[in-house]
Structures are given as C-alpha cells and as structure tokens.
C-alpha cells in the first residue's frame, strides 16, 4: 500500500508533525510513504486558458495543460495518480488553505475523473481514499473553510475522503508536541487511512467522528441557502460543499441537515453529479461559441476603455 503525503507549512512546522505521525502510524501497518513540501516545488498558476477544457467539452479529447512539463505539477500528480492512500496537512490562512495549495490544484482540471470517464479516456474510477488535516493558530472558527477547500480539491480526483481534523491553536513551529490529544488524532487519522486502503473500495466509508459537521454526505459545516441549478432543479438548502441538497428540521432539539430524496443528483464527490456538470460546461460554453461575433461586438467599449493599468517592477527591468 502506496501513500503519499502533500503539506506546505513551515519546515517542521505542525502541518509536517502531523503528517508525519500520521505516516508512523500508516507505516507500523505496512504502508510505504512518501511526501512532498510544496514550497519545494516550482507550480505555475493555471491562467484560465481553458485549453485543457475545450479539448475534452468541445473535442472528447485527452485534455492537457498548457504548462506541461514547465513545472512539477506533473511529477507530483504522478505520485497522487499511484498513490493508495493522499494525506494531505495544510495550514489554515485567513481561514483557508495556504495558498500555494489552491494554485497547485487549480491545475487539476485536466485530470478531472467524471470528465475523463465521460469521454471514454478512462474506464474505471481510481479506487484511492484521504486523509485531510489542517492546522491553525486559533479556534475551529477560524478555521471554518479549510478541511471543506481541502475536501474540494479531492472531489475532482474521485478521491473517497475517510478521516480528516483540525489541530487548533498550534501557532509557532512544532507547537503541536505540546498537545498530546492531537498527535494522537493524527496517528488515528494515519490508521485510518492505511485501514481504507486495504478495504475493498465499495465498502470504504468514513471513518472520521461521526458527529463531524452537518453533511450526513462529506460531513462539511458548511451549508448554503438552495439556488436554481441549470436544470432547475432547486433545494432548501445545500451542502456548500458537496451539493448535496435537503432541507434543516429539527429532530430531537436539534437542527439537522435531512437529506431530500434527489439529494445526489447534483453532489460533486459523486461521479454522476460531476457528469450532469459536464454537460452543464458543454451548454455554457457552447452559448459563447454560438454568439462570438456578438461577445466581440459587445466587449468593444471595454477594449477601448482608457485606464492606467499598473505593470509589475519586474517585468519593465
Ligand atoms: C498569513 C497567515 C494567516 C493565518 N491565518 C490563520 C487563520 O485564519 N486561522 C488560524 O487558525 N490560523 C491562522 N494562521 C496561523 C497558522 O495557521 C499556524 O501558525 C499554523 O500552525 C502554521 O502551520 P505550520 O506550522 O505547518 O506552518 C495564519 C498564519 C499566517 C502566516
């Protein structure tokens, strides 16, 4: 059983304790690990081209990004692509992921699965699953949107999350030693894991506290008011992030996220929702291409529009 680790903290900073602990407890159950520091790592940011997209939207062809072998997204999707088990340990900022992990996976659309599955490219969904784990300075609070960033990045991949949690108020490098209760949590999470991976795939399931969150689905805390999907389709309200819909009811004094009967039908960890978002793309994108002439004739006023625009040192030395 292959795992690899992604983190991009500090050097031994919490992020990389944790991710290690975790890999101990992977590697006393058979695991072979191996991890990488994205600061180590030279990632361009994707720059929207949309190349990678029109090639398999328009054309049902093998997508590919513009940057290929100009950088190291390759070589570290590579290891992600053979891996068993991802374990992914980010610090919280301003309470997201650090962002050097975002650019790093923006450039991940060129390997989406229900894409690639829905043009035949591939025939099978990888059978991989995750651990995720942040770390913070403060209080869960403040921490509210990283382990739901983190699980987004692992949709796109297929990736069957299992275990993820939050090492709170761990602020200077190493802190977390301190915390007894955490490097435990971590070594529970590596466990896990290496559990997952030796579980055959249809029956992997969560294996994280039960109680985590308020999707019953990805377990995020995270919900959001329904609005019309593309299709019309509308809920109550919505997971933000799986899309998972249902409606908020009490039970038993306490609110609770209850699923409607179509709740998947939109939920992006699942193949099917991300392929009914695939013909989504294709209709958006084709309303352009219909109308090009018009978008050039409409965009005319702001190609002519005088404004200073400010240019990087940089570039002008
Ligand atoms: C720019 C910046 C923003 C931060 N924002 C948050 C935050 O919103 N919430 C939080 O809990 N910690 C925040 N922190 C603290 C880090 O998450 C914390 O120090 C963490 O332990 C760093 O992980 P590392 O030791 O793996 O590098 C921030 C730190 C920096 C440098």
Redesign the pocket.
Known sequence: MRIFGVHA??RM????ILLREAFMAAQEMGAEVEMVNLHDMKILPCCGCESCMMKIIRDGKRPECIYKGKDDVELIMDKILKADGIIISI?????QPQGLYKIFVDRWLPYEIAFLLEVNIIETTPQRVAGLIT????TPN??SLTLPALQMSMFTQSIKVVDQMMATQ??R?G?VVLKSELIARARLLGQNVAKATMTPYEEVKWLGDENQGWCPICHSNLLMQGTPHWDGLVYDVECAMCGAGGTLCSEEGRTVFVLAENALKHCRVFSEGRRNHFYELRQVHEEAFQNQEKIKAGSEKYRNHDVTILKSQEKIK
């Open positions: 903290g500090r900073g919490n992020s990389e610090p919280s900022f301003i309470l770390a913070g300075g403060s403040w921490m761990v602020a490098p802190h």
